[in-house]
């Protein structure tokens, strides 16, 4: 699975478009939250974070943050079932 390095300037904030891919985020430096489907996630160095396909997501830096993600988006386009939706807070 490929991998993707996100760097994210303090205060910033990274809306997500809600896909088909699984994803996790692993937090390498700095610190925020993390709203998924819903529920609010803090973190900081070391963490982890799962978003199951289809779920809503954004991420609000605190600090300059460098995150690597983690996705099974290739396979879901090899197979044919990678789909983008609405924005995680549209329904």
Request: contains cysteine.
């Amino acid at each position: 699975m490929p991998m993707r390095r996100w760097h994210l300037s303090g205060k910033a904030q990274w809306n997500c478009t809600r896909n088909t891919a699984n994803q996790i985020f692993t937090i390498v430096e700095g610190s925020g939250v993390s709203m998924v489907e819903g529920r609010e996630f803090h973190w900081s160095v070391g963490d982890m974070i799962a978003v199951p396909s289809w779920y809503g997501h954004s991420h609000t830096v605190h600090e300059d943050a460098v995150m690597l993600r983690v996705s099974d988006e290739p396979l879901m386009r090899m197979l044919d079932w990678f789909r983008v939706g609405a924005g995680w807070d549209e329904a």
